[in-house]
């Protein structure tokens, strides 16, 4: 990518034109940049929570093959750099898939595709830590009498131990969240057009490094900020009167 | 599929020069993980320290950088770096001087609050026994309550450094050569990205996973006693 090196040093002072945020395409295309950002942040965010809730409820379970397999899942991709996951979906993958859905990708743009996979599983292997450390903070007598009870394994996690785990841990889920969304900027190495990117070309456009950064970062801010105000409000609307409460001052 | 020969022809470059830096390029992923972790560590305490202070006018601006910097991708701030550094400095800034900077300021937000959750766990008492002591306030937080503080942070500082050293990843989007940067330079030649990556993504992981293990050692032999 282009940077301010090479040119030398260069001597001459800024000049702020900030009129170049709302001439030309720039809007249109902050705009655009932060409609990608927020559908490869939802779309990754429902394949993290579904892969989270799964892998994480399995580490938990009693039966160690499958608790072998979701910790594999959470320790190998959770370590491992979302950049070279990015890398990995985008080049890797594709070749290795048949050919129908080789082209079905290439058609309908591959690289937020790879995007979300590499996003939504490296980000699935991160919320699995959070709910695990949810269920674990559920007393195992819970899920004991569910099962006394005539509950199965799966119908106790179903009904008994995940709404309570789930509530439990909206707090931290909330930071994992919002997490995905500031890492979705790294989808900008394969060229997916979200905020980041799409700030990057304002300033390859008009060579206005700092207005054009000052945009895509309050808009990173704006959408953190009202995400948790949303959050917090989701918490205090499901809680469970008594029973949150509970679960916080056991540990 | 797994061609292995690949990775062992260019073992030399992915390794010494992307992993160690030791090469013909500015690179090496350990070399920047290194200073990045201990520099952002020492700002980190300041900022944490800073974030308890009863003045508010220290307290406000360090509060300020922590939501800043955690509202915001590192992407960005490295982007920041790259553009407003020639700037304000007029003259050009390596791209490891750069990275370094970007993230030492944005990891010591995430590290000034562990800093603070850990100081905040000393019992009280402890800086009121050593105030009667008759040590001064700084003296008191340098020999008493750090190193309490520190013992407790441990696990979450672990966890912070295996963030930051994955992180550091991400000094190859301006070009330092790190070692995916060093596995993308292959591949631009040898075209076998299924092999390069998860190799690289084995290294990152061993590096990772051995840090967290010992985590969890430490965490198990000093617990809270």
């Known amino acids: 990518m282009r940077g301010p090196r090479g040119g030398g040093t260069r001597r001459v002072n800024y000049q702020f034109r900030w009129s170049v945020l709302w001439t030309g395409e720039s809007g249109q295309w902050l705009l655009s940049g932060l409609i990608t950002t927020l559908e490869l942040s939802a779309v990754a965010w429902l394949i993290a929570i579904i892969l989270g809730i799964a892998s994480g409820s399995l580490r938990t379970v009693r039966f160690w093959p499958l608790r072998t397999v979701a910790t594999f899942y959470v320790e190998f991709f959770r370590n491992v750099p979302l950049l070279v996951w990015m890398f990995f979906w985008y080049f890797a993958v594709p070749p290795l898939l048949p050919d129908g859905v080789q082209q079905w990708l290439f058609a309908n743009g591959l690289e937020f595709w790879a995007a979300v996979c590499a996003l939504g599983v490296y980000s699935g292997a991160r919320f699995s830590e959070v709910l695990r450390s949810g269920i674990q903070s559920i007393p195992r007598t819970q899920l004991e009498a569910s099962v006394a009870s005539g509950l199965t394994t799966f119908q106790a996690y179903r009904y008994v131990i995940l709404p309570v785990a789930l509530r439990i841990i909206i707090p931290p889920g909330t930071n994992e969240s919002l997490n995905l969304l500031k890492n979705s900027s790294v989808a900008l190495t394969i060229s997916v057009a979200e905020l980041t990117f799409q700030t990057r070309q304002i300033e390859t456009y008009t060579a206005k490094a700092i207005e054009a950064l000052t945009a895509g970062t309050l808009i990173y801010l704006v959408l953190c900020v009202s995400l948790a105000s949303i959050m917090s409000w989701v918490e205090r609307r499901t809680a469970i009167p008594g029973l949150i409460v509970g679960g916080r001052q056991r540990r | ?225």
């Open chain 2, 1 to 225: 599929m797994l061609d292995l020969d690949v990775i062992w022809r260019n073992l030399p470059f992915l390794m010494l020069q992307g992993f160690l830096g030791i090469g013909n390029f500015v690179g090496g992923t350990l070399r920047l993980a290194i200073p990045s972790i201990i520099l952002g560590f020492l700002l980190g305490i300041f900022i944490g320290i800073a974030r308890l202070a009863p003045q508010w006018w220290i307290r406000m601006p360090a509060t300020v950088y922590v939501e800043f910097f955690r509202g915001v991708p590192l992407v960005m701030v490295i982007f920041w770096m790259w553009f407003v550094m020639p700037i304000v400095l007029k003259t050009s800034i390596p791209e490891f001087g750069v990275a370094l900077t970007a993230f030492v300021v944005f990891e010591a937000a995430y590290l000034g609050e562990i800093v603070r959750a850990g100081i905040q766990s000393v019992p009280r008492g402890q800086v009121e026994a050593a105030r009667a002591l008759g040590l001064g306030a700084a003296q008191s937080m340098r020999w008493v309550v750090l190193p309490q503080a520190l013992k407790n942070m441990i696990p979450s500082l672990v966890t912070q450094f295996i963030v930051l050293f994955k992180d550091t990843s991400l000094a190859s989007i301006i070009g330092f050569m790190d070692l995916t940067k060093a596995a993308q330079v292959v591949n631009n030649r040898e075209i076998r990205p299924f092999p390069l990556y998860l190799f690289i993504a084995v290294v990152y992981w061993i590096c990772t996973y051995s840090m967290s293990r010992y985590a969890r050692y430490l965490e198990k032999r000093i617990g809270p006693a």
